[in-house]
């Protein structure tokens, strides 16, 4: 047997039954990466939510503001993406996983593969996205 042989694509059904766990550790390393964001700043890990002082930093107002910006950025993507997975795990509860939130059909397995949290099929994404 080739290698290539011995490495079969999972059917979509393996890769629904692994969403879960997935989509599980997903949300915690989200939620970690979020708090270690909002809660330790340059001078170490402190109580209260907030992003670094970065004019503290550097005497440059443009690279603070820009620095401060890539923060902010980064707290928004990492916010996006964990609602994401919190609506995939609501879907999981509610027997819809691997359902497209807009037609109803399958989404593919490779697709879930790639994206475990996806609500739409690559068709619906893709009409949404324009």
Same mark, same amino acid.
């Given at each position: 047997?080739?290698?290539?042989?011995?490495?079969?694509?999972?059917?979509?059904? @393996?890769?629904?039954?692994?969403?879960?766990?997935?989509?599980?550790?997903?949300? !915690?390393?989200?939620?970690?990466?979020?708090?270690?964001?909002?809660?330790?700043?340059?001078?170490?890990?402190?109580?209260?939510?907030?992003?670094?002082?970065?004019? !503290?930093?550097? @005497?440059?107002?443009?690279?603070?503001?820009?620095?401060?910006?890539?923060?902010?950025?980064?707290?928004?993507?990492?916010?996006?993406?964990?609602?994401?997975?919190?609506?995939?795990?609501?879907?999981?509860?509610?027997?819809?996983?691997? !359902?497209?939130?807009?037609?109803? !059909?399958?989404?593919?397995?490779?697709?879930?593969?790639?994206?475990?949290?996806?609500?739409? $099929?690559?068709? $619906?994404?893709?009409?949404? @996205?324009?």
């Amino acid at each position: 047997m080739t290698d290539a042989a011995a490495r079969v694509a999972p059917t979509r059904e @393996d890769v629904i039954a692994r969403l879960p766990e997935q989509l599980r550790h997903r949300r !915690e390393e989200l939620a970690a990466a979020l708090s270690t964001r909002l809660h330790q700043d340059s001078s170490g890990d402190h109580a209260e939510a907030g992003l670094p002082r970065r004019a !503290e930093e550097t @005497d440059d107002d443009a690279a603070a503001e820009t620095a401060r910006e890539r923060d902010l950025a980064d707290l928004a993507r990492l916010t996006a993406e964990l609602a994401q997975v919190d609506a995939a795990l609501a879907r999981v509860r509610l027997g819809q996983i691997g !359902e497209c939130d807009d037609c109803g !059909e399958a989404i593919d397995a490779a697709r879930l593969l790639v994206n475990p949290a996806a609500a739409r $099929c690559a068709e $619906c994404q893709e009409f949404a @996205d324009q």
